[in-house]
């Protein structure tokens, strides 16, 4: 019995939601949640529905995805970075389907919560991020099978998340909180192109017109470098501009894995010698995003 086959019905459903992702979800409500906190506004229980909201849109989005690239024909039992529940018979189609709406139905209720202390604009707010999860994978023309799969991650996962779990504890938020959100977006981008890079052929093979396809490899490495720049510059420049405080420069000491990870992205073109790249870019996501949330709380 393969190792895939022999996992518990628990263990499935924790690796269909790709348990390492779940971080660049976590991070953004987690700074909107300090950024609100250090205007003066606070609430258990906002946060922890925001939190819980927000994981159990990305896992679905990841479900969504297993799903949707399964009926496609483009994952098999040597795909790479999969949880191949599906494709291993371990789990019908269907089920990890209904798996997806379940998680969306949790979020939905406790988005209903959110609308209740934080205003009714909340709801579309919330819709457009759970709309985004599931466009992302389905439809005629999914986000992911396009090179703008990685501006849409930015935007949501590093923008309006962040926007989000400010306005649910304050009822609204001052024009300088997208902006300080900015640094987030870089990172969370990188993990998504990390991954289109490692499946660079296989998605060719699957119809996809992905950041690597149309720019080539050494497009895409050079665009990978820039996203996890981006973090720092931005930061940078928001300290210069005395948009966060100085203490906000606490995100320079994860700079030794952003080094690595230069180097890394264009070591091998192997996809399973990459996939540990894939996965350090999200622990830099949750590095960065853990000083410069600290750094806000110092200042």
């Known amino acids: 019995m393969s190792q895939a086959s022999s996992r518990s019905a628990a263990s499935e459903w924790f690796w269909l939601a790709r348990p390492f992702s779940l971080t660049a979800a976590a991070v953004p409500v987690l700074f909107g949640t300090v950024l609100a906190a250090k205007d003066g506004f606070f609430s258990w229980g906002p946060f922890l529905a925001m939190l819980f909201a927000s994981l159990l849109i990305q896992a679905a989005t990841n479900m969504f995805n297993e799903f949707f690239d399964n009926e496609r024909g483009l994952d098999s039992v040597e795909s790479v970075g999969i949880s191949g529940s599906i494709v291993k018979g371990n789990l019908a189609a269907r089920t990890v389907l209904l798996g997806a709406l379940f998680c969306y139905t949790l979020a939905l209720f406790l988005g209903l919560y959110l609308v209740y202390v934080g205003g009714v604009w909340i709801l579309a707010l919330g819709c457009l991020c759970a709309l985004g999860g599931y466009v992302y994978s389905a439809g005629r023309r999914p986000i992911a099978y396009t090179a703008f799969s990685e501006a849409a991650v930015f935007l949501f996962m590093g923008v309006l998340i962040v926007v989000i779990a400010y306005a649910v504890q304050a009822g609204g938020f001052p024009i300088y909180v997208p902006f300080a959100a900015l640094p987030i977006g870089g990172p969370v981008a990188a993990i998504l192109l990390a991954n289109n890079i490692r499946d660079m052929e296989s998605d060719r093979k699957g119809g996809r017109r992905t ?52 180097r890394a992205i264009a070591s091998t073109r192997i996809p399973r010698e990459l996939d540990p790249v894939v996965k350090r870019t999200a622990g830099l996501h949750l590095a960065f995003g853990l000083l410069y949330t600290v750094g806000i709380l110092l200042g």
Not at 232 to 250: H, S
Request: proline share 6%.
């Open 211 to 262: 950041i690597p396809i149309v720019f080539g490899r050494n497009g895409a490495i050079l665009v990978y470098r820039l996203l996890l720049l981006e973090a720092y510059i931005v930061a940078f420049l928001l300290i210069v501009f005395g948009i966060v405080p100085w203490t906000a420069a606490t995100v320079i000491l994860s700079l030794p894995i952003l080094f690595k990870l230069w």
